[in-house]
């Protein structure tokens, strides 16, 4: 039983370290397999402190957006090009074009939660649209974010949106934002972020 338990040992050791075989060695490839059904989402949370003497109240903003994956990748040929009619993969996951999120629709949920806040909310959505119409050179991946949201001309010409929001960007460009500070004295802008010299 001794011999065998030794031979066995030797035999292990022969087959693991000493063996000459690269092929025993060598990783497998991995693939990850996604089903046509597949999403991927992207989560982000922006929360703000509010002064309170007695306890920590913050108030919190989640936005949530989810993507379904194509079928095939040679869609994305060329890069950012055609894609083709994706719809039809789908199979009726897509929306429809009521539902489909517009600058105007955002604006409009911008201006209810500014209201809620007690800011009156189209003209402090002014002033963040005038005040961000110049870009900073440090901004982050969040202000980058509010520029884009910010900066009506960055999306495509929209029929129902209405031109005061073109117009506070441009007065933004002029740096001529002072009648949307004196409508909007508390700006929400200010709440979550600090210019550095």
């Given at each position: 039983m001794w011999l065998i338990k030794h031979f066995l040992t030797l035999y292990l050791l022969y087959n693991t370290v000493l063996n000459d075989n690269v092929e025993s060695r060598k990783r497998q490839k991995r693939y990850l397999i996604f089903t046509p059904s597949t999403q991927w989402g992207v989560f982000a949370t922006v929360s703000?402190?509010?002064?309170?003497?007695?306890?920590?109240?913050?108030?919190a903003w989640f936005f949530e957006a989810n993507y379904y994956n194509v079928a095939n990748a040679s869609y994305f040929d060329p890069l950012l090009g055609d894609i083709g009619d994706v719809a039809s993969v789908r199979h009726g996951r897509s929306?429809?074009?009521?539902?489909?999120?517009t600058?105007?629709?955002?604006?409009?949920?911008?201006?209810?939660?500014?209201?809620?806040?007690?800011?009156?909310?189209?003209?402090c959505l002014l002033r963040a649209i005038c005040?961000?119409?110049?870009?900073?050179?440090?901004?982050?991946?969040?202000?980058?974010?509010?520029?884009?949201?910010?900066?009506?001309?960055?999306?495509l010409s929209e029929e129902?949106?209405?031109?005061?929001?073109?117009?506070?960007?441009?007065?933004?460009?002029?740096?001529?934002?002072?009648?949307?500070?004196?409508?909007?004295?508390?700006?929400?802008i200010d709440q979550i972020s600090i210019i550095l010299e």
């Open positions: 703000i402190p509010l002064p309170h003497p007695e306890s920590l109240v913050s108030v929306t429809p074009p009521s539902s489909t999120i600058r105007r629709s955002v604006y409009t949920s911008i201006e209810m939660m500014l209201e809620k806040h007690d800011y009156p909310g189209r003209h005040e961000s119409a110049t870009p900073l050179p440090h901004n982050g991946v969040l202000g980058d974010l509010l520029h884009v949201l910010l900066t009506p001309s960055t999306s129902d949106i209405e031109d005061i929001y073109y117009e506070a960007e441009y007065w933004g460009l002029e740096k001529n934002c002072e009648d949307y500070v004196y409508l909007c004295p508390d700006n929400p």
